[in-house]
């Protein structure tokens, strides 16, 4: 193994000291190892921003983990590109549906059968403003979901909370939007 040493630290060491919870080397871990990742991610995103998005969330997520990493079993560069595969499989999946979900509005705004396309925008309209009543934690868990794209988990870990509590959120969540909805809906006709 080639021990690197652009610190003060060898990559043994900085590996130790990372899975230990020392702060210095994180620090130090990304200076070393931020453009690697950032390098794999653009070449696999061809996107530097979402290259940039997925290098920081890698870190967040290693720091995060850091108690699942064990310098016995690999070195520390290769469980962050192990990391960042993950979440460039996720960014990718993201852009799909971000692109399935614009493709889907263009079509139903555009083949709206007999409807008038204001009738999309409205109903967009009604929806924001649904959404806006909703209690704080609901509603910011909505958007991350709907409008960023984030998985429940990635929610979950955005806000540091149990993946139990976002699904609640969002089941909750989504059942009083469909009542008001419908009840909104009702009450208009």
Known sequence: ????????????????????????????????WAGLVHTFAGRALGDASEAEDVTQEVFVSAWRGRA???PD?????????????RR??????????RQDKARRAAGAVV???????????????LVMDE??????????????????DFTQ??????????????KTHVRRSLGRLRTRMETDGDGAR
């Open 153 to 166: 988990a990635q929610i979950a870990e955005r806000l540091d909370l149990p993946l139990g509590t976002v």
């Open 88 to 97: 460039i499989a996720d960014a990718l999946r993201a852009r799909s549906s």
């Open 1 to 32: 193994m080639v021990a690197w040493v652009t610190g003060t630290r060898t990559d043994a060491e900085l590996a130790e000291g990372f899975a230990r919870g020392d702060e210095g080397c994180l620090a130090e871990a990304y200076r070393r």
């Open 73 to 85: 079993r690999g070195s520390l560069p290769g469980w962050l590109l192990g990391i960042a595969r």
């Open 111 to 125: 083949d709206r059968p007999g409807g008038d396309p204001v009738d999309g925008v409205v109903d967009s309209v």
């Open 131 to 148: 959404l806006c009543a909703l209690p704080q934690p609901q509603q910011q868990i909505l958007r991350l979901a709907f409008y960023h």
């Open 68 to 70: 699942g990493y064990s």
